[in-house]
């Protein structure tokens, strides 16, 4: 496995992919199962698989959700070698943001809703950073989690907006044994905390309203910033402490 960093490496590297097709996963590491899917579709579906590990800080509006973010590089790259990865790209800032974010990709509707009503500026720094990722790896196909539905929803938008040819493929949310959706950020929750946050998925499968939901995790000690049912699926996004956790379920 080719471990790079800077562009120039990675379009490089990416020339001695012509002979395939690529598949590329983009992820800010940390991984565990749910990134795990998307690597086995990606070797399932092409002869050549990328991994890119990037914490983005253009995507966080709250600094310590940034600087708390965890990071287990030496573990993900262990992942990567086992799921037999060809290329792991570790770009830094300033790789990626040489003009220092002067340009960005904006989305002036479904970007404003659900996490985007509570954090400003979110997904223009997804869409900016992937659209990035994707010109610098230019993927037949690139795998994102339903996990993160609005976020799916907005890069399949923005590749047909812009005629980017790629392949954006959906990959179905993993989750634990009880329920809760596999994420990065369940590090940081204690034991007993991983307990209670499968009452999440568990509140919105089973609740008649969004309404309903949102009271019922209310009084189960969330703190909910929404709970949305929006064309046919039911969104959260709650904190426990302070770390939010969201997840969206089909109705
Ligand atoms: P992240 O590292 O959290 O930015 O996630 C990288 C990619 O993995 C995104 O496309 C996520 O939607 C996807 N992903 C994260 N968690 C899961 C999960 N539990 N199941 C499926 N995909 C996931």
Known sequence: ???IHSISEMKLQRSHFQ????????????????HAELLKASKKQNDFTILSIFVNPTQFNNTQDYEKYPLTLEQDTKIAQDFGVDCLWLPNYNDLYPDNYRFKVSENTFSKKL?????????????SVVMKLLNATRPHRAYFGEKDYQQLTLIKDMVRSFFMEV??????????????????????????????AAQIYETIKNS???????????????KVDYVEDIEGRRFVAAFLNEVRLIDNVKI
Do not use: W, Y
């Open 115 to 127: 996490c985007g009503a509570h954090r400003p500026g979110h997904f223009d720094g997804v869409l």
């Open 167 to 196: 392949e954006i493929v959906p990959v179905p949310t993993v989750r634990e044994a009880s329920g809760l959706a596999m994420s990065s950020r369940n590090l940081r929750l204690s034991t007993a905390e991983v307990n209670k």
């Open 19 to 34: 002979s395939g097709s690529v598949g590329f996963v983009p992820t800010m590491g940390a991984l565990h199962a749910g």
């Open 1 to 3: 496995m080719k471990v």
């Open 208 to 222: 008649n309203s969004a309404k309903a939901a949102q009271e019922i995790l209310i009084q189960l000690g969330f």
